[in-house]
């Protein structure tokens, strides 16, 4: 998870795609999938940064093909324990009742979290 911490908003861009992929991509097929419209040398800055960060990795084979080392679960489960931790001193309490409170949230929409959370503590006690 070394190179989580260190991923620019740019770079997460090319990890979207690498994630979406499910196997490896060369820099030309990245650049092709890639919803900005960046130049081919930014997209292949910004993949050899994130070689340098350790968060994709390259083999090569011919050409060079590149995959994700950093999962997408461990980068959103960095940030959201980031979030959490800056904006809600690490509580997620405090967390649940500032979203509890936005008026955009519906008494359906409070039942399916409560049914997520419940859901979840059940895999997690299978899962000891």
Known sequence: MSG???????????????WAAKEALTANEIFERLAKAWSKSTAVTLINRLVEKGAVGSVKRGVYFYSPIVTEEEYLRYHADHFLQKMFNGNPKNLLAFFCSHEGITAEDLDEIRRGIEAGGERDERNM
């Open 4 to 18: 989580v911490s260190k991923i620019m908003d740019s770079e997460f861009e090319i990890m979207k795609v690498l």
